[in-house]
């Protein structure tokens, strides 16, 4: 959508101007802002440090939408896989979007909603499970097989869709 327009007067005469929705920094100092096709500010309006709290980095295997990532230093350079909680890969934050396998991708750090899963009871509480994905209980830290998993708990569903993370520690068992 186009962004609405509106008169100045410009050398003495009247110009319709169209609000910019994007800045390119100081050369577009007083310039009339308008939002986005979302009805939201782009971010390059922002001053430096505040804005979304994400990270874009490789992907080291296929990721699909609402998959949890943990962040991990791949050769050097920063990369993400699905999340695990059976090898000790806690989750960083998620991906809204799929990422191909050697592809950039963004992940979204915890404490947003993460509204891209399936099949989950409003109000129900998750823990990360394996794969990117959840699970509904808490590891149990008094069964042997759990030794060295991660019990990380991930939020509470808003809907089946909807998932409010909160950045828990995780726990080694």
Do not use: C, H
Not at 105 to 134: F, H, I, P, Q
Not at 157 to 170: D, H, I, Q
């Amino acid at each position: 959508m186009a962004a609405q327009r509106y008169l100045a007067l410009v050398a003495g005469k009247l110009k319709q101007m169209v609000g910019i929705q994007t800045s390119q920094g100081a050369e577009d100092a007083g310039k009339l802002i308008a939002a986005d096709d979302t009805g939201k500010l782009d971010p390059s309006f922002l001053p430096a440090g505040i804005g979304a709290n994400q990270v874009v980095a490789t992907a080291s295997e296929a990721l699909s939408p609402g998959d949890f990532v943990n962040l991990y230093s791949n050769a050097g350079a920063l990369g993400m896989r699905k999340a695990d909680n059976s090898n000790g890969r806690e989750a960083w934050g998620f991906v809204e979007a799929a990422v191909t396998n050697g592809a950039p991708g963004t992940a979204k750090r915890l404490n947003v909603t993460n509204a891209a899963r399936a099949g989950m009871v409003a109000g129900g509480e998750y823990w990360l499970g394996t794969a990117g994905g959840v699970i509904t209980a808490p590891l149990d830290a008094a069964d042997a097989a759990n030794a060295n998993k991660v019990s990380q708990y991930l939020g509470r569903a808003k809907s089946e869709t909807e998932l409010v993370t909160v950045e828990y520690s995780p726990v080694i068992l």
